[in-house]
């Protein structure tokens, strides 16, 4: 028996065909009455051909005497060659795929005056009921016809390419016999190496991702005589319907496409940054897998360190802050055969569109660059110095995040105290009244990988400052230091009313004239009476009130920079 299998979807909607009604006499042709025929009927039965068909056959009272349906089996067999009784030979010349058309058969054209043993006597009119299940013929190739195909194709698939697809698969009367959609898995398998039937390694040539396409393979370049179990007879024309869902070549590489590049970009990433992005991750139909942005978080990662999959460790490879590019991984540098747990099937090609939001070393310092100067710059800002400065802290792709105008007034702080994170700290260091200057702090001497409120983790950033005020300070741990020598001796010096006895008024007295005269300095930012009364009582140490020379005792200390400090 032969079944040509086809791709193509016939609509088999029936109409009624011509009736002859007389009966044959015994030099008459056959008589067909085609009583159910598809509108659509690409090819028709010739000579040569060779066709499957089920029937029944009956005398012209109706007895049956013989039927392929409770044979289960249809009949093969070629037309036109004298394989068949001339009258059915005749009979099914002309037929579509799915018609069912009665052939009566003159005695002449069937058994003639022989008959056919005990079955068929002699001299018999045979009317056969005949739907026609396959046609083919051993000059067809592979037809195929594109049924929607993307716009844009800037790859098609080859020999030697991999490529997953789905596809129906039905006989060319349209009974099905297998769809990778009810296994709910595509097909996986190279193409032109043998993997699959001849006709449809030569059928899924020239497909795009995306495209659907119909492919009729003819038996002999199907599964033959032999079929496939039971659900492909021997000699059957088979008909795809294919989807494709992605192709690539085992030595394809990453591909990119840059699609936006900011004007400035003084440094790319390299080998050991470490990078924050986001990014949405599409299959090559389209459908997506994953997005960074669902989350509202970007992906966070060393690059070249092993820690992402192998194509998208050497994309991210020579990006710039604010850059967008989409890279195309191939599945051997990405989760390979195997794929990744529900999320990404086996031999999946991913394409990811990136936005880098910034990236940094973890051996980076500190980034300074001075925006504006004032022409005069006598007095800069140093550790221990209590400052005044305006600020706008932004994320590298320009988020603002806070800003001081947001406040009454601008904030206060003592550098070298911890008051600030230490990247801002050192920024603020060395600045002019006036100055205004460009900061980039990396995360480590930022707020580092846990972030803070409102400042993601592992953030860049930005800072915009201007220095509005300044005072000298002094060292952690003293309120007060000498800015030269001290007086030698002290205590007469502080004795202004020469009692032998300083209280506390005059104690104040003697220090406030010191500040005024710049030879001494009060910590900045602290109530000055406060600080002069802790002072003095750190000298009364009877706590009678007034201090006497022999209470009287310096604090003296030297910085790292071999500087004396004394203290009261």
């Known amino acids: 028996m032969f079944i040509m299998e086809s791709i193509f979807a016939l609509i088999l909607l029936c109409v009624t065909g011509t009736h002859v009604s007389s009966s044959p006499g015994p030099l008459e042709d056959v008589v067909i009455d085609r009583y159910d025929i598809p509108r659509v009927c690409p090819r028709e039965v010739q000579t040569g051909d060779f066709v499957r068909y089920h029937y029944n056959g009956t005398f012209t009272d109706g007895k049956k005497f013989d039927s392929s349906h409770e044979r289960g089996a249809p009949f093969s067999g070629q037309v036109g060659l004298g394989r068949l009784i001339t009258g059915l030979d005749r009979g099914v010349q002309g037929m579509c795929v799915n018609e069912r058309r009665k052939v009566t058969v003159p005695p002449h054209l069937a058994y003639g005056s022989i008959g056919a043993g005990d079955v068929i006597p002699a001299d018999t009119v045979l009317v056969f009921d005949v739907v026609l299940l ?246 800069t800002s140093e550790v221990d110095d209590l400052i005044q400065y305006r600020y706008n802290c932004s994320l590298m792709d320009g988020t603002l995040l806070y800003s001081s105008d947001h406040y009454e007034n601008a904030p206060i702080t003592t550098l070298g105290a911890n008051k600030v994170i230490e990247g801002l700290d050192e920024g603020l260091r060395g600045m002019c009244v006036g100055e205004k200057r460009v900061v980039i702090v990396p995360p480590h001497l930022g707020h580092g990988e846990n972030g803070a409120k409102g400042v993601p983790s592992s953030a860049v950033l930005h800072f915009e400052l201007e220095l509005l005020d300044l005072q000298k300070g002094v060292p952690d741990g003293y309120m007060f230091v000498w800015l030269g020598d001290s007086p030698d001796p002290l205590f007469p010096a502080m004795d202004l009313n020469k009692d032998l006895s300083v209280p506390l008024e005059e104690f104040t007295a003697f220090i406030n004239i010191q500040v005024a005269e710049g030879t001494g300095r009060l910590r900045p930012g602290m109530d000055a009476d406060g600080i002069i009364k802790d002072m003095f009582n750190n000298q009364d140490r009877n706590s009678d009130g007034k201090i006497v020379a022999e209470e009287l005792k310096l604090k003296v200390e030297e910085d790292s920079d071999k500087a004396r400090h004394e203290e009261l």
């Not at 996986?188 to 449809?200: A, C, E, P």
């Not at 899924?204 to 009729?216: A, K, N, P, S, Y």
């Not at 989760?335 to 980076?364: C, Q």
């Open 134 to 379: 396959d046609i083919w013929n051993t000059e067809d190739k592979v037809q195929t016809r594109s049924l929607s195909k993307p716009e844009s194709c800037k790859r098609l698939v080859e020999a030697t390419d991999f490529i997953r697809y789905h596809y129906n698969g039905t006989l060319l009367n349209g009974v099905p016999f297998d769809s990778s959609h009810s296994r709910n898995g595509t097909y996986d398998t190279y193409v032109g190496m043998g993997y699959l039937i001849k006709g449809m390694d030569e059928g899924l040539i020239g497909m795009c991702v995306g495209e659907t396409r119909t492919i009729i393979i003819p038996p002999f370049l199907a599964y033959e005589e032999k079929g496939y179990g039971t659900v492909i007879p021997s000699q059957a024309t088979l008909v795809f319907e294919v989807f494709m869902i992605d192709l690539f070549n085992p030595k394809d590489d990453i591909a990119v496409v840059v699609k936006e590049v900011p004007k400035s970009c003084t440094r790319k990433t390299v080998v050991g940054d470490y990078i924050r992005y986001h990014y949405n991750g599409t299959f090559q139909d389209g459908s997506g897998f994953d997005t960074s942005y669902q989350r509202n978080s970007t992906y966070n990662t060393y690059i070249g360190m092993g820690y992402v999959i192998q194509g998208m460790d050497k994309a991210l490879q020579g990006l710039c802050i604010g850059e967008k590019r989409r890279v195309i991984l191939p599945p051997h540098m990405a989760y390979g055969e195997k794929g990744t747990g529900d999320l990404i099937p086996g031999s999946a090609v991913l394409v990811f569109d990136i936005h880098v939001i910034d990236f940094h070393n973890p051996k980076d310092l500190v980034e300074i660059k001075v925006t504006s100067k004032p022409e005069k710059c006598n007095l």
